[in-house]
Each structure stands twice: as structure tokens, then as C-alpha cells.
């Protein structure tokens, strides 16, 4: 908690740093000021390095109506090969109440960085993602975001329904030759993020879906680990190297230690 | 249809809680001179537009959207000023939209259709 | 009124503008028409456009104004749902353009609109002439995004409606609900954020559960949707309890509800994780973006949609354009024919000033979308706006839905309003007379 409260002080003079990045990215850059040198969990993460702004492409809404969901895809474009791939990516929102939205850990299984999800933006701000290749060097990427509150699109919170921790999966059905095949997932849960409170007034504690892990014939694909700053129902859209065939089993993990899995057959090319 | 006038005897009522009635309808007279009366003026028509898109054109429409033009300036301020104030009962958008102007606004705007000629199609209109 | 520039008095003088300040404008003081003629082309006859025309002659007749619209009659999207779900005629939905060309002295075109020439300041017309502008105003609405759902091509509709431009679209999808045998299932396929109309699926699915409530009372509506909320969510669902039981079945994304594919010739839809659903009518309301001459003529973004200077709805990346309504990004304003509505008042007036030079006044827009979900029962949601901090916001305190557990006498009070604000707000556009 304690931390938390640390990392919000600490992100406030981000924000200043972030309108003078906005204007001229490099020369901010070049001054220390870029998103990640102020937002503490991003600066652990780096420990030292510089990143390069590069070969990552962050697609994000310029606008958004609903915070509560908007669609976030990022590609980092950099081989996938067994001596030289994208072996984490990490997403930040310095002005979401905490940063850390969510990252991923790939393997060579995932063909390429790339996914898809729904995120929680609680304001307009800067998104950013940092990229570590298997050889140990850092390239980061920048979006920003306008977030308004309309009172004609409804912003929902999901509840706990009967559907509660029901997953789904589906597995492209006609590979292209040579292509990664994308597969989608999802599962229902309300994703808590304890800042709420129930209808009488009490504070509704922090329940979330905190990891999810793919593995096609026993072999990680991919795993993720989910922050508050997931949109409810956790939507994800990753890839599976071309080549790859059988049994593909998922894994997602709340944070009370349930778990629930889903399980594809991904065809052969 | 005319639930507003209806209505009226009882706004009148609520608005002189206010002791809105006998206050002048235009932009303080002690404003900063012409050019800040001659702004609160163009931010009056401004917002009168606004209102023909239920009222109709200088809010002329007569339909179950009661007709302002050339309705008593003290009536409508009233009124509006009440709906500002949720005592309007069984009111249904007018609340949710009198609250987006002040109290300024809002008597500026009674005063502006007040002046309007209630004819459908005046003569000067027509060009 | 005495500091006003002399060169802003003569350039208003010249457009015949209503004295600035005048609040008797409207009320009979005589109005002359300027000599010199600062060229304004409008394309669009719509909601934004049309407006815009007609506020531009009220508020200065001197301007020449030319107004560039295909259509001789214009059928309102508004209403169409009604229509659908019985309660209303088609024809009571078309509207001309004699009291701009007759009233206004607007110079009304039947053309289509090809390409403009920022530079050149000059509009091209599909029938190969040119008009010359000194500033251009675009409302052309929506344009559909053809390939981004797979199967749903430019040839589809024909088969499964969109029915989201008012016309024959609509006639073909209320031609097939006729058509269809009791028992049957209607799909109504809704897109992700930003669209036309917000609500406008859930009152289509609404009236059309009305219609077969009373026609076809074994039917089902399935309303499959890109999103997880929709615009006034509570109140929909609650009518739909009150008015038809569980007739409308609504399929949220994270349900599955999100359509990937559609196959308009055998009726069916594929959702995300796989699912198929057959209909006996489909309707797919697809991807949309800003009218395409939007884009011919370069202000619209990656988004596709048109960024504005919200104080005056000026294009951000052109000269002397100004773009109204569904074209425009302009949330939270949603794209509704209210708002196109009052932001051609906004740019009319930021028009005239910028022709004399000066600063434009103040912008203000207000919105209330009414849906009627059954015969006397209405629901709004209604705001102000303004300008803050450079961007446009809902002004705090304001707006908001109708409540939920609203009895009927106020319910049906809405829907009176609803018909009133028809009429009310095509009387304001096209001179439509009130019956
Ligand atoms: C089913 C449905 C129900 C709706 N209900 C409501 C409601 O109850 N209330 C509400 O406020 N809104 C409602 N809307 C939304 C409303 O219809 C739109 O927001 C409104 O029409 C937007 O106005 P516009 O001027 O941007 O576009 P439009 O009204 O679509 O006008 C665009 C015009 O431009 C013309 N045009 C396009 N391109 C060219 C060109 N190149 N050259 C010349 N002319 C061109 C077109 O022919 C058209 O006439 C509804 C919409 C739908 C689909």
C-alpha cells in the first residue's frame, strides 16, 4: 500500500515531463525526461539502461469515450528467433492510479510480439511500453491518449455473474503457410481493482485475475501478468509461431489462487 | 399539451423563494461597459439557439414543447431558474439542462424570448 | 458597441449581419441584405449542413451561401426506428429544401460533391463543374468502412440492411420484417465505438420488438454487440422487461457478442470465439467513418474522423474548412443529428466572424437524444457543452438520463417530447411546418 501511495507522488512530475515530451520527443529524450525516467516500477525494470524509442508501434484510440475499455494493441517488430527475440514487454499508464497495466513474457513458440487487450485508462495520458530482447537490450515505444467522459456512452463495471471465470478460446482456423496464427482468449471476471465501493458505501476489495500462461505440447508460448489496469473480462490476442501444431493449453490464475484453463487444438500448416 | 403553462401559477411561486422576480433579465448593468454587455448578448443568442432544436426556430415551435417566444421574460425565468433547482415536478430534460447555464445565462435567456415576435413566420423573417 | 472596429462594422455591414449585440435580432428588426459577396459553399443537406446554411442567411442574408445536396428530399435517420416498429409513415420523415431556396435566398444545388482544392479554394462537383469558396463547410456524415467485417462488402445490404442512412435501405429492411414468418429471429449486429447515433441500435431493436410484439408475437430479436455497455443501458433494459418480456436477447462482447464475419447470403453471422448465428433478417450496422469527401479533401485523420478546433469546428488540418457532425471527432459529443445541429450554429457564427476578421464568439451546444422504446415510453439523455482547456467536455454538474423507475405518466411524457423535439428540430432545419 505504502508503495503505491510512493509510486503515485513520484508520477506526478512525470506529468509535467510528459507535456514537454509530447512537443519534442527527441530532444526530451536526449534531457532524461522521456515517461519511463520518472515512473519508479519502469525505472527498476531498466536498472540503469536506455532505451531505444524504437520498433515498437502502440495502436491506441487517440480518443476514448469509455476509459473503462479501450482497445490496446502493441507490435514490437524484431525477429522471434531462438538467438534473438522479444522476451518481455511491459505497459505502463503514468497517469492511471497505478502504472503498471500489464506485461508479457514471450518465447520463440510466439512468433511474433504482438497482442491485443482492453485496458482501464482512468484519464488522459501517456501510454508506454518497454521491450527487452533475449540479448538484453531495451527499446520503448509512446501513445498518447485523450480520455472523456460522456454521458452517452455508459461506462459499465462488470459484476460477478454466473459466467464468472468461464473462458474461451479460439485458434485461427486456416493457417497461412510461413504466417503465425493468432489466437484469441478471453475470460469473465470483473477484475476489481479495490478502488470501488458497493452500492452502500463500503470499499469493494481488490479481486483480479493476475497471470495467464499458454503452452502448446507442454512448451510456454507465452505467459502475462495482469495489473488492475486490465479491463474486465481479460481479452487477449496473441500468436503462435508457424510450424506449431497440437494440443495448446491455457492457464489464467486470480489472485485468491483459482484457476481456470481452456484448451485449443491449433492445426497443422 | 401545455404542461409548462400549467404549471406556471406554481413556478412563479417557487421562483419568488428565489427573489428572482423582480431582479433585472439582462447582464449585470455594472458589467465592464459595451464590450462585456455586448458579449453576454452574443453568449445569449448563442445558447437561444441551442433551444430551437427543441423549441424550433426563435423557439416559435408550438407542440407539446411549449412555444417561448413572447411568453412573459418573468414567467420563463422563473421557470428556468426552478428547473435549475430540481422543483419542478415531473420535469424531464429541462433540470439535467438548465444546470449546464447560470443564473445570468438563464434570466438572459427569458428576457431574449420574451422580445421574440410569437407570430410562426413574422414578416422580417422572411427574406 | 461603439468600440467595435470600423473594418469589423463594414465586413458585417457587407454580410448584412444582425447588428452583434442585438437581441432583438430575431424579433423584427428589419434586416438588410449586404452587397458584396463572401462565397460560402456547404456540402451536406443533412442535419449539420442544412442548418448551417440556414443560420448563415439569418444571421447575415448578404452572404452568398450554396448548398450542395444530391437529394431533392431528405428522409431523417431520426425516426426511421419508428417507422420500423409501425409508428410512423415514411413519408413523414422526408423534408426539401424550399424554405432555404424560397425563405433564404440559399442557392441549393443537387450535386454530388467530388473533391476539394484547399489550396485553390474550390469545390469539384461530380457533374464536372466548380464552385469557388472563400470557406467550405463539410457536413456529409457517414461513410461505411467496407472490408473491416469480413463478408459485409458494398453489395451486402442488399441482402442484410444497414438501414443506417435513411432511404431505401430502410424500406428493404422494413420490407423484410413484413416478410418474415412468425417464429422468425432478427439479428441486429451493433459496432464498436465511435458510431451514428448511440442509442439508435437498442431503439431499432426496441421498435421492431414493438412491431412484432403485435404481429409476430413468437419471434426473437438477437442483438449482438461489438461493445460491453451501451447508451442508456439501465433504461433500455428496463423497458424492454416492462414492454416485452424476453423477447430481445442483447450478447455483449466479453459474452461473445462481437461479429467477425457475415455471410449476407445465407443470413448468418460468426461471432469472435466462433459461434454462428442464422437469422431470418439481419442487420448489420458496420464500421463507420466520415463521409468520403472528408477524406478527398485531407481533414480527416488516422481515426478517420475530421479533428476541429472545438471554439469554431475548423478543420485542424486545412484553411478556411469547417466540418460539422458525424464527420467530426468531437467527443463526448456524440455523433446525433442534435448536436450536428447546434455545432452548424457554432461554426455559422465562427464563419461569419472570421470573414470580418474577427475573433468568434462564444460557442455553446446542448444535445438530448430521445429513443422511444414502446408507444408512450420515452428516455433521454441530454448535455451541455463547452470548451475547456482547449477540449470540449460536458459542462460539470449538468446532464444526464432520464431515471430509472420513472413512472409512466413521466415515460410517457418523454415520448409526447420526443415527437415535439421531431418536430421542432426539422422545422428549425428544412422549415418543416409543425402539423
Ligand atoms: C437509426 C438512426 C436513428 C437516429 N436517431 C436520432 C435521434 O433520434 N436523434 C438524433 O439527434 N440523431 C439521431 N440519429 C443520428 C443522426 O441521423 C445523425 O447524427 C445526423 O444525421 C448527422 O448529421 P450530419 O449532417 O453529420 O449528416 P447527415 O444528416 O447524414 O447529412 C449528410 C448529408 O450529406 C450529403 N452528402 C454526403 N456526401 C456528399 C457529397 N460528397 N456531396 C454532396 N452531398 C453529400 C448526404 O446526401 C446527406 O444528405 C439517428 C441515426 C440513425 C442511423
Not at chain 3, 44 to 58: D, E, H, N, S
Amino acid at each position: 500500500m505504502h508503495r503505491t501511495i510512493a509510486r503515485i507522488r513520484s508520477v506526478i512530475p512525470a506529468l509535467v515531463a510528459t507535456a514537454l515530451i509530447v512537443a519534442s520527443p527527441a530532444s526530451a529524450e536526449a534531457q532524461g525526461n522521456a515517461p519511463w525516467d520518472r515512473v519508479d516500477p519502469a525505472q527498476e525494470l531498466l536498472d540503469g539502461a536506455t532505451p531505444r524509442a524504437e520498433s515498437i508501434q502502440i495502436d491506441l484510440p487517440s480518443v476514448t469515450q469509455d476509459g473503462s475499455s479501450v482497445p490496446l494493441s502493441i507490435e514490437v517488430d524484431h525477429p522471434m528467433r531462438s538467438d534473438d527475440y522479444i522476451e518481455a514487454l511491459y505497459v505502463f499508464a503514468t497517469r492511471n492510479p497505478s502504472p503498471e497495466v500489464v506485461e508479457y513474457h514471450f518465447t520463440p513458440l510466439a512468433g511474433k510480439a504482438r497482442i491485443s487487450t482492453r485496458v482501464r485508462l482512468n484519464e488522459s495520458q501517456t501510454v508506454f511500453a518497454l521491450a527487452r530482447t533475449s540479448r538484453g537490450a531495451w527499446l520503448a515505444g509512446t501513445r498518447e491518449i485523450r480520455v472523456t467522459v460522456s454521458g452517452c456512452i455508459a461506462q459499465g463495471n462488470a459484476e460477478k455473474g454466473p459466467d464468472f471465470m468461464q473462458t474461451r478460446v479460439r485458434a485461427a482456423s486456416r493457417a497461412r503457410p510461413g504466417e503465425p496464427l493468432d489466437v484469441r482468449t478471453l475470460i469473465n471476471h470483473p477484475m476489481e481493482t479495490g478502488l470501488r465501493e458497493d452500492s452502500n458505501g463500503n470499499a469493494i476489495p481488490e479481486r483480479i485475475v493476475h497471470s495467464f500462461r499458454a503452452e502448446i505440447n507442454g512448451e510456454t508460448v507465452l505467459t502475462a501478468r495482469f495489473h488492475r489496469a486490465v479491463s474486465a473480462n481479460p481479452y487477449l490476442l496473441f500468436y503462435i509461431a508457424p510450424g506449431q501444431s497440437g494440443p495448446l493449453h491455457l492457464t489464467w490464475e486470480e489472485d485468491t489462487g483459482e484457476t481456470a484453463t481452456a484448451t485449443a487444438e491449433i492445426p497443422a500448416a | 399539451m401545455r404542461r409548462i403553462l400549467l404549471i406556471g401559477g406554481a413556478v412563479i411561486a417557487v421562483a419568488s423563494l428565489f427573489g428572482t422576480l423582480g431582479a433585472g433579465g439582462s447582464a449585470p448593468e455594472d458589467a465592464t461597459g459595451d464590450a462585456e454587455a455586448e458579449r453576454f448578448a452574443e453568449r445569449i443568442r448563442g445558447i437561444a439557439m441551442s433551444c430551437a432544436a427543441c423549441h424550433g426556430t426563435e423557439a416559435r415551435a408550438e407542440t407539446a414543447i411549449p412555444r417561448l417566444a413572447g411568453q412573459p421574460e418573468a414567467v420563463v425565468r422563473a421557470q428556468l431558474l426552478a428547473f435549475k433547482a430540481d422543483q419542478m415536478p415531473g420535469a424531464t430534460v429541462m433540470p439535467r439542462l438548465a444546470r449546464g447555464y447560470t443564473n445570468e445565462e438563464l434570466a438572459g435567456l427569458a428576457r431574449y424570448f420574451s422580445q421574440l415576435d410569437p407570430q410562426f413566420e413574422p414578416e422580417a423573417d422572411t427574406r | 458597441m461603439t468600440r467595435m472596429p470600423m473594418n469589423r462594422r463594414q465586413a458585417l455591414k457587407r454580410m448584412g449581419t444582425v447588428g452583434a449585440g442585438s437581441l432583438l435580432a430575431g424579433a423584427g428588426v428589419p434586416l438588410f441584405a449586404g452587397s458584396r459577396t463572401d462565397r460560402v459553399v456547404v456540402v451536406g443537406g443533412g442535419f449539420g449542413g442544412a442548418t448551417a446554411a440556414k443560420y448563415l442567411k439569418r444571421l447575415a442574408p448578404g452572404l452568398n451561401v450554396t448548398l450542395v445536396e444530391p437529394a431533392k428530399r431528405y428522409y431523417t435517420c431520426p425516426f426511421t426506428n419508428l417507422y420500423l416498429g409501425g409508428m410512423r409513415e415514411f413519408e413523414s420523415l422526408g423534408h426539401d429544401y424550399r424554405e432555404l431556396s424560397d425563405r433564404y435566398d440559399v442557392r441549393v444545388l443537387h450535386a454530388f460533391a467530388q473533391d476539394v482544392d484547399v489550396e485553390g479554394r474550390r469545390l469539384q462537383l461530380e457533374n464536372g463543374s466548380t464552385l469557388r469558396w472563400d470557406r467550405l463547410i463539410l457536413s456529409p456524415g457517414i461513410d461505411f468502412r467496407w472490408g473491416d467485417l469480413e463478408g459485409y462488402d458494398k453489395r451486402a445490404p442488399e441482402q442484410a440492411p444497414h438501414a443506417w442512412k435513411a432511404g431505401p435501405q430502410t424500406k428493404l429492411l422494413r420490407k423484410q420484417l413484413v416478410a418474415m414468418e412468425d417464429g422468425g429471429t432478427f439479428i441486429l449486429v451493433a459496432p464498436d465505438n465511435p458510431f451514428r447515433c448511440p442509442p439508435g441500435p437498442y431503439e431499432r431493436v426496441s421498435m421492431i420488438a414493438n412491431y412484432f410484439k403485435k404481429n409476430k408475437p413468437r419471434s426473437k430479436i438477437l442483438l449482438l454487440d461489438a461493445k460491453d455497455t451501451f447508451s442508456k443501458q439501465g433504461l433500455f433494459e428496463e423497458g424492454w422487461r416492462t414492454h416485452y418480456g424476453d423477447m430481445i436477447e442483447w450478447v455483449g462482447r466479453s459474452a461473445d457478442g462481437r461479429v467477425v464475419r457475415v455471410d449476407p447470403e445465407l443470413l448468418e453471422v460468426e461471432t469472435e470465439f466462433g459461434t454462428v448465428h442464422k437469422a431470418s433478417v439481419l442487420n448489420v450496422v458496420p464500421p463507420q467513418k466520415a463521409g468520403a469527401i472528408a477524406h478527398r479533401a485531407g481533414v480527416a485523420d488516422d481515426s478517420g474522423w475530421v479533428p476541429i478546433d472545438p471554439h469554431t469546428f475548423r478543420a485542424r488540418r486545412a484553411e478556411g474548412v469547417y466540418v460539422l457532425g458525424d464527420a467530426t471527432q468531437a467527443a463526448p459529443m456524440p455523433k446525433s443529428g442534435f448536436v450536428a445541429n447546434t455545432q452548424a450554429k457554432v461554426a455559422a457564427r465562427a464563419v461569419i466572424a472570421d470573414l470580418a476578421g474577427e475573433p468568434a464568439p462564444e460557442p455553446s451546444w446542448a444535445n438530448t437524444c430521445y429513443s422511444v422504446i414502446a408507444p408512450e415510453w420515452g428516455i433521454t439523455v441530454a448535455n451541455v457543452y463547452e470548451v475547456h482547456e482547449g477540449t470540449l467536455r460536458e459542462v460539470p454538474g449538468s446532464g444526464g438520463v432520464s431515471p430509472l423507475d420513472a413512472d409512466a405518466a413521466f415515460r410517457s411524457r418523454e415520448a409526447a417530447y420526443a415527437e415535439a423535439w421531431y418536430a421542432a428540430i426539422t422545422q428549425d432545419i428544412w422549415g418543416t411546418r409543425p402539423a
